[in-house]
């Protein structure tokens, strides 16, 4: 098994910009979260999902969206990008069990 | 809201000591995890702690749950400087999808 996957390793964007982080895992989860990390505040959940089809809000939802077509893959897109989505983003499958190895995100 | 305390936030000791990682939370929680943290790498499982009185050791590290008192500890005997690192105490609770509150993290430093 590969275990959590996450693409790009490092991204930068302008504000403005649009795109889309990957998040795979192959062990058959239900249960996949987007968390970010900012220095100083820990870990904070974006946005989760409990199966395919089905999503819903974090405590920080706000210029996120995602989706889940199929159980393998939990993409983040951010629509818009500003300065305040500079952080760093980790997807975890089954409670905090496998996390991915995060994306580095800088928006200029 | 579920709300998760950790203190300190930063701890520097010397190799050979003991100290311990205070982790608070706010509500009725049934599971608790801890974690390790190296700059600029992913969360790595240390811990997953499930019931009241759980106790669980894996070589310097020792990690406890008082689901009644709504606090774990992570206790650190004859520190090394391989333990230097951040941890992190996460909190959830069964029914809520696998959402978990993280504290803030304790940047743990072990000097020679």
């Known amino acids: 098994n590969a275990g959590v996957t996450q693409t790009p390793k490092f991204q930068v964007l302008k504000t403005g910009q649009s795109m889309t982080l990957q998040c795979a895992q192959d062990m058959n989860h239900e249960y996949m979260s987007w968390y970010r990390q900012d220095p100083g505040m820990g870990l904070r959940l974006i946005h989760y999902s409990v199966g395919a089809g089905i999503t819903d809000q974090g405590e920080v939802p706000n210029g996120y969206n995602v989706s889940r077509s199929t159980t393998e893959d939990f993409p983040l897109r951010l629509l818009s990008a500003a300065p305040s989505q500079t952080s760093v983003y980790f997807c975890a499958s089954i409670w905090g069990d496998y996390f991915g190895p995060g994306t580095r995100l800088l928006v200029l | ?112």
Not at chain 2, 11 to 22: D, V
């Open chain 2, 1 to 112: 809201e579920l709300k998760v305390e950790q203190n300190p936030l930063f701890l520097s000791m010397q190799e050979g000591k003991n100290y311990t990682i205070y982790c608070n939370y706010s509500t009725t929680s049934d599971r608790l995890y801890w974690y390790r943290q190296d700059p600029g790498k992913s969360l790595e499982s240390l811990f997953v702690l499930l019931s009241n009185g759980a106790v669980k050791q894996e070589g310097r590290l020792m990690a406890s749950l008082d689901t009644k008192a709504r606090l774990s500890t992570l206790h650190i005997t004859a520190a090394v400087h391989d333990l230097s690192a951040t941890y992190f105490c996460a909190v959830g609770r069964t029914g809520t999808a696998s959402k978990l509150t993280f504290g803030t993290g304790t940047r743990l430093q072990v000097t020679l």
